[in-house]
């Protein structure tokens, strides 16, 4: 993977938690220590020196979003 690139992963829970824990050099309790809502969105973002930074975890602020989209319509 190019610096540049971006790549998305969709995964349940569980494996979301130990993938977040191995790049953010976390054990295995840090990984049953992450939470996700349905369609949450997290964001790591890589630093030069090739370790990952969280930048967003679990954000559903398009759920609200969507919300608001359809109440519009009524």
């Known amino acids: 993977m190019k610096s540049d690139e971006t790549t998305v992963v969709v995964a349940h829970g569980g494996s979301k938690g ?9 054990s295995v309790d840090t990984a049953r ?15 030069l020196d090739r370790s990952f930074v969280l930048s967003r975890y679990n954000d559903l602020t398009h759920l609200s979003v969507e919300a608001n989209l359809v109440e519009s319509t009524r």
């Open 18 to 26: 130990v993938l977040l824990a191995h790049l953010l050099s976390g």
């Open 33 to 47: 220590g992450f939470r996700f809502g349905n369609t949450g969105v997290t964001d790591l973002e890589r630093r």
